[in-house]
């Protein structure tokens, strides 16, 4: 079949892919809303809300205290060895816990007490800025040893591979990137700036939030070091679900949790005064796990391995390919850039596009035209792919809208200082 721009072609597209029929086992309150935003929340999956049912009414309702016993209590390790089957980790080497931020926190800090002697820390200006502001946190609570060194990208898309390389010697003591960069997309190699790193005796950590549920990973086969990642992406966990944190097994006993806590003391119930850090990834938790949203994660994270990565990795490529292919023919003409790789083995599951006056064609789509993508300033539309529920009509609606809203200047209705977006 030779790419359309025509609406029959994305019907066509839709009746052939095999994974069409999981859009339904997700609650889909409008069936007219296009909602490209599953790279920042993912929707929520049906079996999520029997799952609810029971957490509360059956665990938390009628088994009240008694459910630590009976699954709360194994609950991060249980969700967190699911988790390791899509990053290539082993079972015992993913725990869920605390945010995001705070599992690199942790790591960082313990990664560099571990680094001894080395005082360079390497990271990209692509990384989630947030994770700049924690290791800018973490630097501070050292004593100001380390100095974080932001290698910029050349082209503001593509990760800043030659530099980070070159830039890697025996004061290295940890390299931190997102393995999918949230603005652009890209995505590193992972295997190749590992094993770089190692040379020199560096760590590296990798950030997963965009990549979990959504691009293949391995870190086994990378020998990555550590990892962290949210679960409310394309895992469909909730929002504000907890994440997860990885450390290759033979580096667990190496590293020590900064934020001792009573989860994370070896026999917990003999309440000893006295800190001694559980076995394992469990010394990584610290207090009581918020039960309810750590719970519903299981059945998103159920839902992606029902379907197959690969699976969903192939149908994420060809959905993203037939999107730069009508921006190629549609929207390009009207000024939109494409802000991610062209590339699509580089590429994630979304798609960055740029307008000079992206912020106010934003706008028109979110209030005017049914269509959820979100915005990163300064003029990027991403246009989210999750191929669980995004169907080829979808990303064909949203292109059109987009078109019809440059072309007959719509935008227009919105002022240039308009309120920011998510
Ligand atoms: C790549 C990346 N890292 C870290 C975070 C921060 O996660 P949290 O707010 O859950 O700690 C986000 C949030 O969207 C993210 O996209």
């Known amino acids: 079949m030779t790419m359309s721009v025509d609406i029959e072609y994305a019907s066509q597209l839709d009746e052939q892919d095999p994974l069409a029929h999981f859009r339904e086992r997700f609650v889909i309150a409008d069936p007219d809303l296009i909602y490209l935003d599953g790279n920042s929340l993912g929707r929520l999956p049906r079996d999520t809300v029997d799952l609810a049912e029971d957490v509360l009414h059956g665990q938390w309702g009628a088994r009240l205290i008694r459910s630590w016993n009976e699954g709360w209590f194994e609950a ?15 079972a015992d080497e993913v725990i869920v816990a605390d945010s995001t931020s705070v599992n690199l926190f942790k790591l960082v800090v313990a990664a560099l007490r571990a680094q001894s002697g080395r005082s360079r820390i390497l990271t990209d200006d692509l990384n989630f800025p947030s994770d700049l502001y924690i290791l800018q946190g973490a630097i501070d609570l050292l004593d100001k040893q380390h100095q974080l060194e932001i290698i910029p990208s050349v082209d503001g898309i593509h990760g800043p591979v030659a530099e980070l390389q070159a830039a890697l010697d025996d004061q290295v003591a940890l ?29 590296v950590l990798w950030d997963l939030s965009h990549s979990v549920g959504s691009v293949p990973v391995d870190l086994h086969a990378a020998q990555a070091d550590m990892a962290i990642g949210c679960t409310y992406k394309y895992l469909n966990g909730g929002p504000g679900a907890p994440a997860f944190l990885s450390i290759r097994r033979d580096l667990q006993s190496s590293l020590n949790n900064p934020i001792n806590g009573w989860m994370g003391q070896k026999n917990l119930f003999n309440f000893d005064l006295v800190y001694q ?18 719970s519903l994660i299981e059945s998103g994270v159920d839902l992606i391995l029902e379907a197959g990565l690969d699976n969903l990795r192939t149908k994420s490529e060809l959905q993203s390919e037939y999107l730069v292919g009508l921006w190629r023919t549609l929207l390009r003409p009207l000024g939109f850039t494409l802000n991610s790789p062209d590339n699509v083995r580089l590429r994630g599951s979304h798609v960055s596009l740029g307008h000079a006056e992206g912020l106010r064609i934003d706008l028109m789509l979110l209030n005017d ?13 991403r246009l989210g792919i999750a191929p669980l529920y995004t169907t080829f009509r979808d990303i064909h609606t949203a292109v059109i809208r987009l078109r019809r809203i440059v072309v007959e200047k719509l935008y227009e209705k919105y002022s240039t200082d308009a309120p920011i977006v998510t």
Do not use: W
């Not at 931190?176 to 603005?183: A, D, E, G, M, R």
């Not at 559980?278 to 750590?294: D, E, K, M, V």
């Not at 035209?369 to 539309?381: C, G, Q």
């Open 76 to 90: 991060p390790e249980r969700v967190g060895a699911k988790i390791a089957r899509l990053i290539g980790a082993q």
């Open 175 to 203: 390299v931190i990137l997102s393995h999918t960069v949230f603005k652009s997309g890209y995505i590193y190699d992972m295997s190749a700036i590992t094993a770089a790193a190692h040379a020199v005796g560096a760590l």
């Open 277 to 294: 850090p559980a076995a394992g990834l469990r010394s990584f938790l610290t207090g009581t796990a918020p039960i309810i949203s750590l």
């Open 369 to 381: 035209m049914n269509v959820l993508p979100d915005f990163r300033a300064p003029d990027n539309i």
